[in-house]
């Protein structure tokens, strides 16, 4: 597992820390009000767990199942398919899509443009990582934790070919696991 990765970058501590901070910030900025979590499957599972326990106040949370790429490889098709909707009621909610990582963009204006249309009150964003070189669509995060280089990372819930998605940091594959 660790000898698949040339390089870390993101530590867990970087990640622990700045997790840390972002929960602050949405505590402070909800405060007195009741928030729906919403976790993009599956990349978002472990950020959303780190950031639910840090929480103070009030929420519920949810998941839905957005795709923008096939079962395998790491090129972004574009067209982002809805696998998993929403079970609880949106109505009248403040609703943060929280997702691994925001890359062209497709599927967090997606999963936005959805979360509106099931009645959200409001619709922000928070991601672990931010890879502004390849935006497409125009977005940006809310609460965003670290912004990086365009290259392929996995590990804290970012998987290749669903692997790799358990490891404690953000981290870059070895050439040659992409070749093999
Ligand atoms: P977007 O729709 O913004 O192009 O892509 C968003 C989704 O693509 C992310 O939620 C994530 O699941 C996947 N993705 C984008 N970049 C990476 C990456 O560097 N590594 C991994 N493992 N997945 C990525
Ligand atoms: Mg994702």
Not at 120 to 129: E, M, N, Q, R
């Amino acid at each position: 597992m660790d000898e698949d990765v040339s390089r870390v970058l993101v530590n867990a501590n970087e990640i622990k820390d700045r997790v840390a901070e972002l929960a602050e910030e949405i505590d402070r900025d909800y405060l007195g009000q009741k928030l729906l979590l919403v976790g993009v499957l599956r990349g978002a599972f472990v950020f959303l767990a780190d950031i639910a326990k840090k929480l103070k106040g009030r929420f519920i949370f949810d998941f839905i199942s957005a795709s923008s790429y096939g079962p395998v490889g790491t090129e972004s098709s574009g067209s982002v398919k809805l696998l998993k909707g929403i079970t609880d009621p949106v109505d009248g909610l403040d609703v943060l899509v929280v997702d691994d990582i925001l890359d062209t963009g497709a599927t967090l204006s997606f999963v936005t443009g959805y979360m509106r249309s099931k009645g959200a009150k409001s619709v922000k964003i928070c991601t672990l990582l931010n890879k502004p070189d390849r935006r497409k669509v125009p977005i940006n995060a809310d609460y965003l934790g670290f912004t990086i280089p365009d290259e392929f990372v996995v590990g804290y819930g970012l998987g290749y070919n669903g692997e790799y998605r358990n490891l404690p940091y953000v981290g870059v594959l070895k050439d040659s696991v992409w070749k093999s």
